[in-house]
């Protein structure tokens, strides 16, 4: 290896080594997603509307969340140290904070979808959290 590309290199590992923590600083941060389904076709949500996932977060809005507004549309929620986005494939993102142990970060997420679950049920609705939506064939 010549010196120019040696030199590269030790920037490159200085980079890296600058970026490191102490294992005492370890923690875990979580983003998870859902796709939000319809009980009766399994079909994904539309987002427009009452009975769409428009509905859906202006009723999770209405229980304490702060609307995220994009363009006129209501896109996600924040609420304390957490925040629910729609993704581009209409799935919705929990962005849970990070935390020492993903025990923390399990009770944190089991209490919003404790919230959650309620108003999918009334629409009959359900999230698929398996990575495959009922819009699309399975090869």
């Not at 935390?99 to 698929?128: A, Q, V």
Request: proline fraction near 4%; charge should be negative; include cysteine.
């Amino acid at each position: 290896m010549d010196k120019k590309c040696q030199e590269k290199m030790k920037q490159l590992v200085h980079y890296f080594k600058s970026g490191e923590k102490d294992p005492d600083e370890f923690k875990i941060g979580l983003e998870l997603e859902h796709f939000v389904l319809a009980g009766d076709s399994f079909k994904a949500v539309t987002y427009h509307g009452e009975n769409g996932i428009e509905g859906l977060l202006s009723e999770l809005a209405d229980k304490g969340f702060e609307p995220v507004y994009e363009a006129g549309y209501l896109l996600g929620l924040k609420r304390d140290n957490y925040s629910i986005a729609l993704e581009p494939g209409g799935q919705m993102e929990l962005s849970l904070p990070p935390f020492r142990s993903i025990r923390e970060s399990e009770e944190l997420y089991l209490k919003i979808i404790d919230e959650i679950k309620p108003l999918l049920e009334k629409r009959n609705f359900f999230f698929n959290e398996h990575r495959l939506s009922g819009s699309f064939k399975n090869k």
